[in-house]
Structure formats: structure tokens, C-alpha cells
């Protein structure tokens, strides 16, 4: 590939789209519209990657079931049977239509709820990590988490008013603040970073240009 | 040609913000600031040689969510291409195996380009796509117990994450720990930095993702931009100053007001 179609020709598409957007976001400029032009066209590419998704984990199961990859190409033929039936009821039945949305609901759904659920369990280690004293920031971080289990737990809140009170003015006054500073943190760098991609400064994105 | 009402000041802030930016950019060659270097980008040659001696492999994603042209995850899932684009690099460089998981199809074409760029570069044929990118889906819990199961089934010494996370975070960072995979993880949804700097080795905390890039490339101009970024950070603590003793001396929400033009 070009050093033109590499680097040069992305970099000036980026400047060009970027710079119209910001100018369509901040005046009225009337009759060029075509921001929503712009976004239908990421919807669509989005859209027709899902394709190359296909066709990547079609491959790579095929693959498997090929090479009778050890303990896993029974699994890869339970996969593609489903991704074919729900591509042919969704073909032919429309994505709308009770057989398609039963093939759904009755997999994908309850295997997420599932899932979900068991988030408490994922946590579980996490909890068990933060709950050791290490340092002052460690025991700093014990006591609060002690306080707010306290004041989330029945007995805290039916008996420990005081708990409550500091466990509620620990989330709306500490936490809240110390997140909106991240969240500020973040939108400064979400700036910073859109100036560097509009000044083509940020390249690191691109084909060829990391040169560790 | 008007300005639209309510975007006045925050035109005129960008303006600051992209002066300033321009501006450390074009005297770089003149003067550098010391950047902090972020623990999270330095440690990337060490997880990979981590892989390298044990003869593990490096598994990499940037998340399942969301989409390129998403405005709050978009540039996330660039800042985790950017990482990326420099590992594998280094993992072909030091003969490491590399698995990603993709769950955003619209970054499959550029991560395919940088892997076959990262053979190229070192002479070497380019292997099957499907041996290292590995779409498992779009859906949340379906791509993280695939996720979950490749982890258990491949055990990678090392586990890079950068981008959007969801829900998934909890299980994402412990199938790592469960395989002993030293982690490197970096979000820009604040709801789940905890889980990640309690459970993960290293964490990228939301605009350090950003940041990522400019250090990576190592480029004088870029690394220079991020001194803009302190120095914006620094209008804004000075416009939170000003707003809080503003009002609690006068009761009146000038700054907010003049924020919202």
C-alpha cells in the first residue's frame, strides 16, 4: 500500500470530516446537512463489519471441527448449528417473527441473566483483595467499606442511624466528587485527544507508524 | 453563520484548549516539559517478556461495547488500538503469541492490518487471522464466557484491556487472576476503575487511556500536547474554585451561567 493511501489519505479524511462535524456542532450553517449523512454511513460500515465477524468465527471454528481441536470441536459444531438456524429463522421468519424471538429468549436471554447473577461471585475475590491491611490507604479504604456495609444492611439502617448518615455523606460528598473529577479528567483528554486526531498529530492508529 | 446558544463558552474553551495544544506542539523541538511516564504504558515490554519466558501467550481486547463511531466509547476503543498497534509489534518482535478478543466487528479491519503490518515489519509470513483475532460476539455475557473460556483454555501470561468495559469488568479481570495472568487494564468508565485497580497489576485510570497514545508514540510534538492537557486541567480547577467561593460568598452562579452560554 502507498505511503499516500497509508498515511496521508486517512489523516486528511480525518482532518476534513472532523473540522466540518466541529463547525456543524457549534453554528447554524444551514443547507449542508450532511452530518447525518456522515453518521448513517458509520452505521452502515458497522453494520457490514458484522459480516467480517461472521466470517472470522466461521473460520476459526471450521477450523477446529477441521483439526478435531482437543475438547473443543464439538463445541465449535454446537456453535455454527445455532448461528446457521437463527441466521435461517431470522431469514425467513423475520427478525420480529415469535419463532426467531423464541430462539432468543429462550437461549440468549436466560444465559445472560444467568450470567449476570453471577456477578456477585466475580466480586467476591475482588472484595476479598481490597479487604487487607497493607498501608494507610488500604485501612482507609477498609473503614469506609465497613461503614457503608454497615449502613446498606438492615440492622445499620434500623439502628445505626448515625452509619446511614455518614454512609450516604460518604457517597454524595466524597464519591461523587472524586468521580466527577475523573469524569472532568476524562473530558479534558477526550479533548485533547479529538484536537490531536483533527491536527493529525495522533498517528499512532495508523498502519505503519509505530516504530517502538 | 450564527453560534449556537449554550455552545459559546465551550467553543471559546476548545479554542484555548486547541491554542495551547498547537501551540506546545510547534516549540517541542525548542522545549520538552517532563511528562510523567504512566506506569501502565511502561510496563507493556515487561508483560511481554513476561509471556516470552514463560512461553505463554499475551491475550488482548479492547471490549465487547459499543462502536467506533460512538462519541463516549469511540475514543476509547481508538486509545485500545493504539496500545495495541504498538504490542503487537513488540509480540511478533519477541516471538509471542498474541490472541485478541474482538467483540467491536468495525475494528477488525484495523486490527488485521496492524497484525499483518507487525509480520511485515520483521520479515515473517503472516499467519492465519483467525489463530490470533478472535470474534466471539457482540452480546455483553456471550463474549465474556468466551473470553472466560479461552482464558482457562489458552493461559496467557499477560492480559491487556483498553477500552470500553461494562458489566463484564468483575469477570473479565478475574478469569485473569484465576490463570495467573499479569494484568494491564484501562478504562474510561469510571463505574468499574475499582474493580480494576483492586484486581488488575496495572491500571490506566480514564484519561490516562487517552494519554496512551501520545506516549507511545513517542513523537516530541504529541508527548508535548499532553502538557496542554495539565494545563487545561488546571483552568478547570481554577473555574471550580472560582465558581464555589463565588457563590458561597454571594450566592450567585456566575460561572455556571457563564458556562452554559
Known sequence: ?????????????????SVYLFINYYFNIGGLQIEQLLLSFAVVITTASLGLGLINLSRSHILRIQRMQKGQWYYSIIL?????????????????????????????????????????????PGAFRAVRIKNVESTALIITLMIILIGGSPIGSAYLLDSLTISSWLNSVLNAAAQRGLKITIGIGLVILGIRLLSGLEKTYLKGEITE | MLLIEGRITGLILLIIMAFISIYMALIAERWSPQIRQLAG???????????????????????????????????QIMAGLSVFNYVARLCVKNGVKLIVSVGQTDTMGLLQEYVRDAYTAEGLPVPDMEEILRFH??????????????MR??????????GPIWAESAQLVCSGL??????LIGTARTSHIPFFAILSDYVLMGEEIYAAGAQLSGDKQTTNTLAAQDVSKFISILLLIIGVVFFTMTGNNFIKNLLGM
Open chain 1, 1 to 17: 500500500m502507498s505511503y499516500f493511501l497509508r498515511r496521508t489519505a486517512p489523516l486528511w479524511l480525518t482532518t476534513i470530516i
Open chain 1, 80 to 124: 455454527l448449528v445455532s448461528m446457521i438456524v437463527t441466521i435461517v429463522a431470522g431469514l425467513f421468519y423475520g427478525a420480529d417473527s415469535s419463532e426467531f424471538t423464541l430462539l432468543y429468549d429462550s437461549t440468549v436471554s436466560p444465559l445472560g441473566s444467568t450470567l449476570m447473577s453471577l456477578f456477585i461471585v466475580w466480586l467476591a
Open chain 2, 41 to 75: 504504558i511502561s510496563v507493556i515490554p515487561e508483560l511481554i517478556g513476561r509471556c516470552a519466558e514463560l512461553g505463554k501467550p499475551l491475550h488482548f481486547t479492547t471490549g465487547q461495547g459499543g462502536s467506533l463511531a460512538e462519541t463516549e466509547v469511540g475514543p
Open chain 2, 137 to 150: 460476539s457482540r452480546n455483553q455475557f456471550a463474549f465474556i464466557s468466551a473470553v472466560s473460556g479461552l
Open chain 2, 153 to 162: 483454555r489458552e493461559l496467557p501470561a499477560s492480559n491487556i484491556v483498553i
Open chain 2, 178 to 183: 484465576e490463570v495467573g495472568a499479569m494484568q
